[in-house]
């Protein structure tokens, strides 16, 4: 079966020209001009971008999801081809309904008609890993209104055949490819592998559903559907089902009466508030994920949907990029390079004078344009690149949240072409700053150790009691080294002394025979 695959994969290679696209990085030429000589009768109107797009459609689900993942790694890739691959998010059919149905039966041991009050069985979104139905759930299980997410049938199987075959056309990739190692393909492969498997498994979406739907319970600004895990399995994730306008539809979003403006900084706020406040952001924001609500009690709210790929920071990620952020606008690239060596991502010999001023290359001239037409995630992508001549590492964890940020700034200057993105986040991220550094951040560390004092104090007594009466031993080391200096001494004495015995003695017995 993989010999079959692997020759469909061939044609489609041959017949969109990804060979060519390919083989005209190899050193030589020699290979480019053999398979033009092969293939003497195509001919490419359509530009190299879109043809790579629609090969990895033909191609099916994996390599689908394998552009989607790819169109995130901007750092790698060229403008064109990063933008073209993007547009893969939903272009996925769906599977048959029996197929569907199968699956649900197997997951739970019954059919469909006995897990839930009604089905529908005609798919409402496909993606490359799975579709969703709407459902109602059983009156004695509630019987409230579902959206029920069901995986692609056997894929697993067939995700492991095709990781093997990319990870087959990686290596050739590195060796004809004047810069595939630089790009490291086969590190990309691994790391899409990595993203499919978690996919792979609905109950860990359900659980970073669920984990976001804490991180805002309450909140005015994002609503995230409850997981009702009594139904969800690895195959089979039942949430609750939202209602709303998909966030690209601007024009029935100004009839329903959401204000855009406002919209569009709530997107900003919600963004900083995952990230800066939480450290685990949805990672996923493309128009496809985000609808907004439009009844009373929530109108004007974002809604998130699909949970698959999320994106965590630790506090030293966040305090990187709160740096950073807020030293591009005061133009403290200086305080920009320290922040990358003392993160330790650049190695510990980088001359900061050099890292400036390349920093300053690349954020000086956007200043001459308003706030409003800067690009945060351009300007850290930029930062990413230049980073790069001094061998930084950058995160899989801020790639994946640079692409996050440019689907948040897309969405919202298609909703208000002049949102001040800094405007908007500069005093989230003061605060931020206040909250880690200023004297709330003293009284939160107080408050976080009093518990840990407070089982302390009581013992204090007891355990200097113990301390008074049992004294450490003393430190011998001093005495030992002391010892051995003595003792080294003692033999170099012990040893000229012996010499000076042997020839006294050799002067005794040789004297007679040596004359006077």
């Known amino acids: 079966m993989r010999l079959f695959r692997l020759a469909k994969i061939l044609s489609i290679v041959s017949r969109y020209g990804l060979d060519e696209m390919i083989l005209e990085h190899e050193p030589s030429g020699r290979l480019a001009a053999l398979s ?50 993007a547009r893969l998010q939903d272009r996925v059919p769906p599977f048959s309904s029996e197929l569907a149905l199968a699956q649900i039966e197997e997951a739970y041991g019954r059919p469909a008609s006995e897990v839930f009050a009604e089905f529908d069985s005609t798919p409402v979104a496909s993606a490359s890993i799975a579709q969703v139905h709407f459902a109602r759930l059983r009156p004695e299980d509630g019987g409230q209104d579902v959206a029920v997410k069901v995986l692609r049938p056997e894929m697993r199987g067939v995700i492991a055949n095709d990781l093997a075959l990319l990870d087959t056309l990686a290596g050739l990739l590195e060796s004809v490819w004047s810069d595939g190692k630089r790009l490291k393909p086969r590190e990309v492969v691994a790391e899409f592998a990595k993203y499919l498997y978690d996919e792979l498994d609905l109950m860990r979406e359900a659980a970073n559903c669920s984990q976001l739907r804490r991180n805002f319970h309450g909140s005015r600004l994002l609503q995230v559907p409850e997981v009702y895990w009594d139904q969800c399995t ?33 997107g900003v706020e919600i963004f900083f508030t995952q990230v800066f406040r939480d450290g685990f952001f949805h ?34 990620d966040k305090n990187y990029l709160a740096q950073n952020f807020l030293a591009f606008f005061q133009r403290d690239y200086k305080r920009v390079a320290t922040a990358h060596i003392e993160a330790g991502w ?100 107080m408050q976080q150790e009093a518990p840990g004092w407070a089982r302390m104090l009581p ?25 051995v200096r003595a003792q080294r001494q003692q033999g170099r004495w012990l040893a000229l002394i012996a010499v000076l015995l042997a020839l006294l003695l050799l002067s005794r017995y040789f004297g007679p025979y040596l004359g006077p």
């Open 346 to 445: 650049a190695p510990p010999d980088t001359r900061a004078d050099e890292f400036e001023a390349a920093v300053r290359a690349v954020c000086e001239p956007i200043f001459d344009r308003p706030l409003h037409e800067i690009s945060f995630g351009r300007v850290l992508l930029r930062l990413f690149q230049t980073s790069r001549r001094f061998n930084v590492e950058i995160q899989p964890q801020l790639v994946m949240l640079q692409k996050t940020l440019l689907n948040i700034e897309g969405l919202g200057r298609q909703l208000d072409p002049n949102l001040d993105l800094w405007k908007t986040a500069k005093p989230f991220l003061e605060r931020w700053m206040s909250e880690q550094l200023g004297r709330r951040a003293f009284q939160r560390g």
């Open 36 to 85: 033009r000589a092969l293939h003497f009768w195509r001919r490419f109107d359509t530009p190299s971008a879109v043809r790579l797009r629609l090969a990895l459609e033909a191609l099916g689900p994996i390599f689908v999801k394998f552009g989607q993942v790819l169109s995130t790694r901007r750092d790698l890739l060229r403008p064109d081809i990063a933008d073209e691959l």
């Open 283 to 316: 990672a996923d924001m493309h128009p496809g994920n985000i609808f907004i609500a439009t009844d009373p009690a929530h109108h004007g709210s974002y809604i998130a949907l699909d949970f698959g790929i999320v994106g965590t920071l630790t506090d030293t």
């Open 459 to 483: 013992q204090l007594p007891r355990l200097v009691h113990q301390a008074l009466a049992h004294p450490p031993a003393p430190d011998l080391a001093p005495q030992l080294a002391k010892l």
């Open 234 to 266: 690895t195959t089979v994730m039942v949430m609750e089902r939202m209602r709303g306008i998909p966030i690209s539809q601007t024009g029935a979003l100004l009839a329903a009466g959401v204000d855009l403006s406002a919209l569009s900084r709530a």
